[in-house]
């Protein structure tokens, strides 16, 4: 074996051991220290430098794409504060909304996809909706799921990292009125992985489990 080789492969191991450490092939986090930490490199949008009421169907800054709202017409938009509401703890002024008129009812939940050829590993973003509970979801490509976070009511970070590439993660209001303005949305993203490398962490999870079930 080539040093190059053993290398790759300790790296393999000590991944993992990490991932089989956990319950889960994702952890939820609820600060955003720990959340960068984890996520090791990312990007961030704070909705600033796009013009209030436009859009989006695709983010370069965090290398995304959204989905239609279920009107089937509309995109998630960039709103100002001063028309959606909600707390005022985080600087600037704009947020993204689930809606584009500012009445009840809401356009249904943010769907966010990683551009074509990339997943996503890790997503976290700011509830600032003053009076909603948001749950964050992460699917596979078979649309099956990864793992589902709450995020503390009214305000806050929450965000998800997960060792198993996401294809879609969705943000939905389970409490409070389902208008749910979000502000401050970091993701990491990164080219689909082999599926040798998924085939070998597989693999020493089983062996890693199989030796602690000895
Ligand atoms: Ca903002
Ligand atoms: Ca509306
Ligand atoms: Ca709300």
Not at 7 to 24: M, R
Not at 139 to 167: C, M, Q
Not at 171 to 183: C, H, K
């Amino acid at each position: 074996m080539r040093s190059s080789q053993f290398g790759w492969v300790f790296t393999g191991a000590f991944a993992a051991s990490v991932i089989c450490s956990s319950s889960a092939w994702a952890t939820g986090y609820l600060d955003q220290s720990n959340w960068q930490a984890a996520a090791g490199t990312w990007t961030f949008d704070d909705f600033e430098s796009w013009p209030a009421g436009t859009q989006l169907s695709t983010n370069p800054i965090l290398s995304v794409n959204y989905d239609l709202l279920n009107d089937g017409v509309t995109y998630p938009s960039v709103q100002d504060r001063s028309n959606t509401g909600g707390p005022t703890d985080l600087p600037g002024t704009h947020v993204f909304l689930n809606d584009i008129d500012f009445s009840l009812p809401d356009r249904g939940p943010f769907s966010i996809r990683p551009l074509a050829g990339q997943v996503i590993n890790a997503l976290g973003a700011y509830n600032v909706g003053g009076d909603d509970t948001l749950q964050m979801r992460t699917y596979r490509a078979d649309n099956s799921l990864i793992e589902s976070f709450d995020s503390l009511p009214s305000f806050g970070f929450f965000g998800i990292v997960s060792a198993e590439p996401v294809y879609r993660v969705m943000i939905e209001g389970t409490a409070g009125n389902q208008y749910i303005p979000i502000d401050n949305m970091f993701a990491s993203t990164s080219g689909i992985p082999e599926p040798t490398t998924l085939a070998f962490l597989g693999a020493a999870c089983v062996v890693m489990l199989r030796r602690r079930a000895n």
